[in-house]
């Protein structure tokens, strides 16, 4: 990811926010497959569950917190730990080409470094993208301050984005005590959030309560999880990008501001906002830089 440091964010909760608000995720694979029956890049869209150590901090773990059972058992096959980065967990169809392809490489690699790694490792990083909803073209008539003056100004795409990168752990084994642990957790906490966070099914007031896997015929669900594959990303590397104007002039980016809030839609209301709220602090780390203050 091009990180120019007026649009890096590096603020680790912030980033973890962006992951759990926007849990699809493109999960991205650079495997050399040994049969040579698939591509040495391959991509899925998938959503996420991210653990971390300090889940308290998120308003999004209120909801895991109904769930204590299925996440005690995850906590305890997972040993509790996951980095100061956080861990990651998704499931994939298994007759995905993706997974297929995952599988292929754990089941008949010879290289050295492999043959010393536990088998459902996978050799190469791997890596995960989080976008915001919140994106918009950027015209250059939006910069009332620069356009006016010299003209020097083009079109842009402003956005939010997180990488994430780490080593895979797959669950593939359908026969693994492991395998089933992991992916009966990973279906449970998954749905709950997705119908908790996501639809606002939470059951209380007039809301309805959110649908559970128990909800489903045991069998149905013993079915399913034969035919998926289990992943778990140890996050190694998190980069964040807001690119929300911040490199413009004040005058511009209160151009900016403007113009996408007389669009008048939903989506330029929400990222005048943003824009807006990133200007602000912009300038408030340009005062504390000229002060001395970190």
């Given at each position: 990811m091009h990180?120019?440091?007026?649009?890096?964010e590096t603020d680790t909760p912030t980033l973890w926010k962006l992951i759990r608000d926007n849990p699809l995720g493109i999960f991205t694979t650079a495997i050399p497959s040994p049969s040579g029956s698939f591509p040495l890049v391959q991509s899925t869209h998938i959503p996420f569950m991210l653990?971390?150590?300090?889940?308290?901090d998120d308003d999004n773990n209120s909801n895991n917190n109904n769930n204590n059972n299925n996440n005690n058992n995850n906590n305890n096959n997972n040993n509790n730990k996951h980095g100061p980065y956080g861990r990651l967990r998704a499931h994939l169809a298994r007759?995905?080409?993706h997974s297929k392809?995952?599988?292929?490489?754990?089941?008949?690699?010879?290289?050295?470094?492999?043959?010393?790694?536990?088998?459902?490792?996978?050799?190469q990083d791997v890596s995960v993208l989080f976008t915001s909803p919140i994106h918009h073209y950027v015209t250059p008539k939006f910069y009332t301050e620069t356009k006016p003056a010299s003209g020097r100004v083009v079109p842009t795409w402003n956005y939010a984005a997180v990488q994430?990168?780490?080593?895979?752990?797959?669950?593939?084994?359908?026969?693994?005590?492991?395998?089933?642990?992991?992916?009966?957790?990973?279906?449970?906490?998954?749905?709950?959030?997705?119908?908790?966070?996501?639809?606002?099914?939470?059951?209380?007031?007039e809301r309805p309560g959110?649908?559970?896997?128990?909800?489903?015929?045991?069998?149905?669900?013993?079915?399913?999880?034969?035919?998926?594959?289990?992943?778990?990303?140890?996050?190694?590397?998190?980069?964040?990008?807001?690119?929300?104007?911040?490199?413009?002039?004040?005058?511009?980016?209160?151009?900016?501001?403007?113009?996408?809030?007389?669009?008048?839609?939903?989506?330029?209301?929400?990222?005048?906002?943003?824009?807006?709220?990133?200007?602000?602090?912009?300038?408030?780390?340009?005062a504390r830089s000229k002060v001395g203050i970190e």
């Amino acid at each position: 990811m091009h990180l120019r440091p007026d649009h890096a964010e590096t603020d680790t909760p912030t980033l973890w926010k962006l992951i759990r608000d926007n849990p699809l995720g493109i999960f991205t694979t650079a495997i050399p497959s040994p049969s040579g029956s698939f591509p040495l890049v391959q991509s899925t869209h998938i959503p996420f569950m991210l653990d971390t150590d300090d889940d308290d901090d998120d308003d999004n773990n209120s909801n895991n917190n109904n769930n204590n059972n299925n996440n005690n058992n995850n906590n305890n096959n997972n040993n509790n730990k996951h980095g100061p980065y956080g861990r990651l967990r998704a499931h994939l169809a298994r007759q995905n080409p993706h997974s297929k392809a995952i599988v292929e490489s754990l089941t008949t690699s010879t290289s050295p470094s492999q043959q010393t790694t536990a088998h459902n490792i996978l050799e190469q990083d791997v890596s995960v993208l989080f976008t915001s909803p919140i994106h918009h073209y950027v015209t250059p008539k939006f910069y009332t301050e620069t356009k006016p003056a010299s003209g020097r100004v083009v079109p842009t795409w402003n956005y939010a984005a997180v990488q994430v990168y780490g080593k895979a752990k797959v669950y593939f084994d359908p026969h693994a005590d492991e395998t089933e642990k992991f992916l009966a957790t990973q279906i449970d906490d998954l749905s709950r959030q997705c119908e908790i966070s996501v639809m606002g099914y939470t059951g209380r007031g007039e809301r309805p309560g959110p649908w559970e896997v128990t909800d489903a015929p045991p069998r149905h669900i013993e079915l399913l999880q034969k035919n998926i594959v289990g992943v778990q990303i140890e996050i190694s590397r998190l980069e964040g990008k807001f690119k929300m104007s911040q490199e413009m002039s004040k005058g511009d980016r209160d151009g900016v501001v403007k113009g996408f809030k007389g669009l008048g839609t939903e989506v330029s209301a929400a990222m005048s906002d943003l824009v807006q709220t990133r200007s602000e602090m912009h300038e408030a780390a340009k005062a504390r830089s000229k002060v001395g203050i970190e």
